[in-house]
């Protein structure tokens, strides 16, 4: 089809670059928000199921892994606080209680 008609291919091409452009603008708020849910999910959830549910270490690293890999996971025992790095972003969960559970530290 490409040596038939290159003019047709390159310019179904130029329509598929400029409805992929135009989609990315419209969701460009939650493409900037992506990055910051890895990192985020990892440190509440793995919080969550370490503090609150009291399940060893190596069980909640299987249970918060994704398709998108974090870059480090640091579970500070002793303050109950869990930090996770994820596509150049870092967020902190802290476990406040039994009542209260786990929760998300905002972002400096």
């Not at 419209?26 to 399940?55: M, W």
């Not at 890999?69 to 969960?93: E, K, N, Q, W, Y």
Request: glycine residues 6%.
């Amino acid at each position: 089809m490409i040596r038939r008609h290159p003019i047709i291919s390159v310019l179904a091409l130029l329509l598929i670059l400029l409805l992929a452009w135009a989609w990315a603008w419209a969701n460009r708020a939650h493409l900037q928000a992506f990055p910051d849910i890895i990192g985020a999910y990892t440190a509440k959830e793995y919080c969550s199921c370490r503090y609150v549910s009291g399940n060893p270490a190596a069980y909640c690293e299987g249970y918060v892994k994704q398709y998108v890999p974090i870059s480090s996971l640091l579970d500070d025992d002793s303050t109950r606080r869990v930090t996770a790095s994820g596509l150049g972003r870092t967020h902190s969960a802290v476990w406040l209680g039994e009542r209260q559970g786990c929760q998300l530290l905002p972002n400096d």
